[in-house]
């Protein structure tokens, strides 16, 4: 699979930003990845929540930077920059993209952090890939499987609300809605997420994640260190999932005063949450 840096013809990246191109074994068809590259020291890798971007994030990586770590932050294909087949694809092609990035900075293994949606790529790679993956941190993310005598559906919390906040042909006022049900905490104001939807993302992730099975993913390979970032207000996931199934593997924190978008809302807590992780696992 051969990598190689672009430039873009038509569009100015961000100056920090790069784009690759590589040609997947089972597809015919190029697929391009645009990837923001911040800072120097150990590697921190950021995917996104479902249909966004990793723009989210730049706050939490401005600060992940000033504490002393090198930030990767890949958009998904259907966002920005990045481009490449959207029909038919399940996580491991999405991981697949992850990895492109990754060899092409020729990282080693590194810490990935996916938010929401994002766990689960990130997941898919620590399995495909363990030679790319020293440990997980899954931020306000839904584990994919449930506790023991749950009859809920995975995934199905408040699904309508996660659908709309992202449908634009919706009323401002009915986005609005969704995100202050779905996304944010109490007193936190939701119209910073009004913009930065990607509709074409939005279908062919929620596609994904039907077509691959939960245990392709679940537990993130066999034995990397995993942070379940949970933000205390989330009204999408059903928190403490994940350690009841791999035990010591797992830490759990809470985010204060966070609710699904984490993010936007404390984005120092969760910077902090993730260096200190980071700082444990590539200490070992």
């Known amino acids: 699979m051969p990598i190689e840096a672009q430039t873009n013809p038509t569009r100015q990246l961000h100056a920090s930003s790069k784009l690759i191109s590589y040609r997947p074994k089972h597809s015919g068809e190029a697929v391009q990845i645009e990837f923001d590259a911040q800072g120097a020291g150990p590697i921190i890798c950021v995917l996104p929540s479902l249909a966004r971007s990793g723009r989210d994030y730049d706050e939490v990586a401005a600060k992940l930077v000033a504490a002393g770590?090198?930030?990767?932050?890949?958009?998904?294909?259907?966002?920005?920059?990045?481009?490449?087949?959207?029909?038919?694809l399940d996580l491991h092609d999405f991981a697949r993209d992850v990895a492109a990035v990754l060899d092409h900075e020729a990282t080693g293994p590194i810490v990935v952090v996916g938010h929401a949606?994002?766990?689960?790529?990130?997941?898919?790679?620590?399995?495909?890939?363990?030679?790319?993956?020293?440990?997980?941190?899954?931020?306000?993310?839904?584990?994919?499987?449930l506790p023991p005598g749950s009859a809920e559906k995975p995934?199905?919390?408040?699904?309508?609300?996660?659908?709309?906040?992202?449908?634009?042909?919706?009323?401002?006022s009915r986005r609005l809605e969704c995100l202050r049900k779905a996304f944010f905490a109490p007193g936190h104001d939701p119209s910073i997420w009004l913009d930065g939807?990607?509709?074409?993302?939005?279908?062919?992730?929620?596609?994904?994640?039907?077509?691959?099975?939960v245990d392709d993913y679940f537990s993130g390979?066999?034995?990397?260190?995993?942070?379940?970032?949970?933000?205390?207000?989330?009204?999408?996931?059903?928190?403490?999932v994940m350690k009841p199934y791999l035990?010591?593997?797992?830490t759990v924190q809470v985010v204060r005063d966070a609710g699904h978008?984490?993010?936007?809302?404390?984005?120092?807590?969760?910077?902090?949450?993730?260096?200190?992780?980071?700082?444990a696992v590539y200490s070992k």
């Open 69 to 88: 770590f090198l930030v990767l932050r890949p958009e998904p294909r259907g966002v920005g920059l990045s481009r490449g087949p959207m029909e038919n």
């Open 117 to 145: 949606w994002g766990s689960q790529p990130a997941r898919t790679l620590a399995a495909d890939r363990p030679d790319l993956v020293r440990g997980i941190v899954m931020a306000a993310a839904s584990a994919g499987k």
């Open 155 to 172: 995934y199905s919390r408040l699904r309508d609300a996660i659908d709309g906040a992202g449908d634009l042909t919706l009323p401002t």
């Open 197 to 213: 939807w990607f509709p074409a993302a939005h279908e062919a992730q929620g596609r994904a994640r039907e077509m691959t099975p």
């Open 221 to 240: 390979g066999d034995s990397v260190p995993i942070l379940d970032l949970q933000a205390e207000h989330d009204a999408v996931v059903i928190p403490d």
């Open 247 to 250: 035990g010591d593997r797992v």
């Open 261 to 279: 978008a984490m993010a936007p809302e404390q984005p120092q807590a969760m910077s902090d949450a993730i260096a200190d992780f980071a700082r």
